[in-house]
T-cell receptor
Framework: GAVVSQHPSWVICKSGTSVKIECRSL??????MFWYRQFPKQSLMLMAT?????????EQGVEKDKFLINHASLTLSTLTVTSAHPEDSSFYIC???????????????FGSGTRLTVV | QKEVEQNSGPLSVPEGAIASLNCTYS??????FFWYRQYSGKSPELIMS????GDKEDGRFTAQLNKASQYVSLLIRDSQPSDSATYLC???????????FGAGTILRVKS
């Protein structure tokens, strides 16, 4: 089945530094990837939709200059949290689908998530 | 009105009982419906998908869809403590571009 690999699984960084999270589709080409954030005991919040070869589409209220998304290939999307602050501490999860239309059959496949702690 | 609504719970059931989780959605043109399970600290995992009205069974899980009522449910038979998790309902709306998730229902199965 479709597998999405996400790294790192957890990271601790100092306030003001940047952190990059990678999401790779291992056995399929993901033309579209989605980035979510989840605070403790809250639901998934879609941050942005990443399309291969084009700019990401950000949800309302998400700072595109703070959360940089790059989807340079069909198998890799990255999320960089720039100038991280303690309030950015959260669980970040990527997900992917198999091209246009496949969402109606397979839904999403999720990465394992990244626990970011900013100190 | 939220696009996908779920009761947040927690829903508590004794071990061996049937757990019934419900979800309503607002877009009548929605095509596909999914149930995900999320354990604490983990990412969601797909457990069921359903596309047509009626029931779909997979092991202890049964998904039920009623498009006329805009309602989808998940039944878990013979509930086990390991089923304790948050269950997310997700709907693919008319345009099919992205999934819309409900806030999730916390299920607790007590032994």
């Amino acid at each position: 089945g479709a597998v999405v690999s996400q790294h790192p699984s957890w990271v601790i960084c100092k306030s003001g530094t940047s952190v990059k999270i990678e999401c790779r589709s291992l056995d399929f080409q993901a033309t579209t990837m989605f980035w979510y954030r989840q605070f403790p005991k809250q639901s998934l919040m879609l941050m942005a939709t990443s399309n291969e070869g084009s700019k990401a589409t950000y949800e309302q209220g998400v700072e595109k200059d703070k959360f940089l998304i790059n989807h340079a290939s069909l198998t890799l999307s990255t999320l960089t949290v720039t100038s991280a602050h303690p309030e950015d501490s959260s669980f970040y999860i990527c997900s992917a689908r198999l091209g246009q239309g496949a969402i109606t059959r397979y839904g999403y496949t999720f990465g394992s998530g990244t626990r970011l702690t900013v100190v | 009105q939220k696009e996908v609504e779920q009761n947040s719970g927690p829903l508590s059931v004794p071990e061996g009982a049937i757990a019934s989780l419900n979800c309503t959605y607002s877009d009548r043109g929605s095509q596909s419906f999914f149930w995900y399970r999320q354990y604490s600290g983990k990412s969601p995992e797909l457990i069921m998908s359903i596309y047509s009205n009626g029931d779909k069974e997979d092991g202890r899980f049964t998904a039920q869809l009623n498009k006329a009522s805009q309602y989808v449910s998940l039944l878990i038979r013979d509930s086990q403590p390991s089923d304790s998790a948050t269950y997310l309902c997700a709907v693919s709306p008319r345009d099919g571009n992205k999934l819309v998730f409900g806030a999730g229902t916390i299920l607790r199965v007590k032994s």
